[in-house]
């Protein structure tokens, strides 16, 4: 098949995209999964945006760079705070319903390490209204075509260019489509981690794939966990949004105490990283768990303001506005990814990246809450002008990187293991969660990239011998992509934002104020 544009995902980045892009050719937008089902679909917080009064971009801009602790590309970051605004004004003028207050002004939320409020919000299911009327539009172009179940599973080189794609449909049959440029917009990576907010979806898919392909990857380190995600046996880890913290819920230890004034001095509203390793630590502490209470809130106000979550607890016999809700930090966010300059330009030309799967540099080493969604609108909006121009224009800048900062391009350090084929079979998730999660040290790490290692070649191997379906190739880009980021964290001998060495307690800027790049063969 022979299309102009492809678009492998189906979250925000990829829909704002195919919106684009649909004037200037066939766009296809390929899923592995429902149309829906992305990490865009689960979003609650909201868009964080700077239209209140006296918020402006620049204070927008400041809140990511600190958030960031010092790794964040500030050209990247002005692009998003500055071009936010209007981005999002597209969005409610085609028809996003935004909660208003009672002047009809677009009411504005609140989470950790914001100065101001600046979050918009649809109730606590932001990411569905916003995909529901990027669905209707993208749906009412005729040059735009979606195939469901469509795994992909590499990347069709040819001149030194990304030229298409190769998938297999939910029958296990291989197709291949080409096309002038390629954009991942597959979504983060949650599910590398036995505790997860993510849906069953994000499963890494385009860092194994563009790693695959020999794209350059950066910041793969950085995993963003998330403080509140419910914690309750046999129910999903499903998010309790921060802006409940927002308007006023409290952490307490199990005698109700609050004890993150104990903590940070913004309290509960401390950044996510310290959230969600105080509450880890408070119940290695007690050995109880630790709950969220908003039992001091109007009930009333509670469950309209947040009629999902208190669904969801409803479900599994828990009254939001009433009972300690219990809470534990989950895997939520991947800051790195597929690096990218400020048009989604990856380092293989023809190919391009938006959303969580990109490393463009805003996030730095941990994201600010509510950045995402705004990532996700205003580089997909962008990759999709860049996708236009000739193929020869479109490869990552390079002195645009050089301008970002050191880098130094990883090959194996002393640090890392060699892998031995002896490696008994793993649990990758089980492993990641305990090896590379919220505390990590060289010994846990060094066991991690070597179990992954076998993991990985036991994955190839099992490939080798039959004609792999989808779930194999899932498979298989579970365990790189979880190799990639144990490698990435063993080598990062310091702690910054959301990644933390027990072993290496402090920030070192002398020694680590740098990206680490992964490219395929430089092992
Ligand atoms: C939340 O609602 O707490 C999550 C929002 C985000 O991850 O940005």
């Given at each position: 098949m022979i299309t102009d544009f492809i678009i492998v995902g189906s979250g925000i980045a990829g829909l704002r995209a195919a919106i684009a892009l649909a004037p200037a050719g066939r766009v296809l937008v390929l899923t592995k999964?429902?149309?829906?089902?992305?990490?865009t679909g689960y979003a609650q917080g909201g868009i964080a945006v700077?239209?209140?009064?006296?918020?402006s971009p620049a204070l927008h801009a400041a809140d990511t760079l600190r958030a960031g602790d010092g790794l964040c590309d500030e050209g990247a970051v002005d692009v998003l705070v500055g071009n936010g605004p209007r981005y999002v004004r597209e969005l409610v003028e085609w028809g996003t319903r935004f909660d208003r207050d009672g002047d009809g002004q677009l009411a504005l939320g609140r989470e950790a390490a914001?100065?101001?409020?600046r979050v918009l919000h649809a109730g606590d299911a932001t990411g569905r209204e916003i995909g529901r009327v990027l669905w209707k539009r993208a749906s009412a172009f005729g040059s735009v075509a979606t195939i469901n179940h469509a795994f992909v599973t590499d990347l069709v080189a040819g001149g030194g260019a990304v030229r298409g794609v190769h998938y297999v449909d939910r029958d296990g049959a291989r197709h291949e489509v080409r096309a002038r440029a390629v954009l991942l917009a597959t979504g983060g990576a949650g599910q590398l981690f036995r505790e997860t907010t993510n849906p069953p979806v994000a499963t890494g898919d385009g860092i194994a794939l563009g790693y695959r392909a020999g794209a350059r990857l950066a910041d793969l380190e950085f995993v963003q966990f998330h403080p509140t995600a419910l914690n309750r046996a046999g129910a999903p880890r499903f998010l309790i949004s921060e802006a409940l913290r927002g308007e006023g819920a409290r952490l307490v230890d199990d005698r109700g105490e609050a004890f993150m004034t104990r903590v940070h001095a913004d309290g509960d509203l401390a950044p996510r990283d310290v959230v969600a390793r105080a509450i880890a630590r408070e119940m290695e502490r007690t050995g109880a768990p630790v709950y969220l209470t908003l039992a001091h809130l109007d009930a009333g106000y509670v469950c309209a303001r947040f009629p999902t979550i208190a669904d969801m607890c409803r479900r599994v016999g828990?009254?939001?506005?009433r009972d300690p809700i219990p809470v534990g930090p989950a895997a939520h966010y991947i800051?790195?990814?597929?690096d990218t300059d400020e048009w989604g330009?990856?380092?293989?030309?023809?190919l391009f990246a938006a959303g969580e799967v990109a490393c463009t540099g805003v996030h730095g080493a941990n994201r600010l809450a509510s950045n995402s969604l705004l990532e996700g609108l205003v580089f997909g909006a962008r990759a999709a002008i860049a996708m236009q121009e000739p193929p020869a224009a479109a490869a990552l800048k390079r002195d645009r990187v050089v301008a970002r900062g050191s880098w130094l391009v990883a090959g194996r350090t002393a640090a890392e293991p060699a892998a031995t084929s002896h490696q008994p079979p793993v649990d990758v998730r089980d492993l990641m969660w305990t090896s590379v999660g919220l505390f990590r040290r060289r010994e846990g790490l060094e066991h991690a990239v070597a179990s992954l290692d076998a993991a990985e070649r036991t994955e190839r191997d099992r490939m080798g011998e039959t004609t792999p379906d989808a779930d194999a190739w899932r498979r298989l880009n579970l365990v790189t992509a979880a190799r990639l980021v144990a490698r990435a964290a063993l080598r990062r001998e310091e702690s910054r934002g959301a990644h933390f060495r027990e072993d290496f307690p402090a920030r070192d800027d002398d020694h680590w104020k740098r990206h680490v790049v992964d490219v395929r063969g430089a092992e």
């Open positions: 999964a429902d149309p829906e089902e992305s990490n700077a239209v209140g009064a006296g918020d914001h100065s101001v409020r828990l009254d939001l506005a800051m790195g990814g597929v330009r990856t380092s293989l030309p023809g």
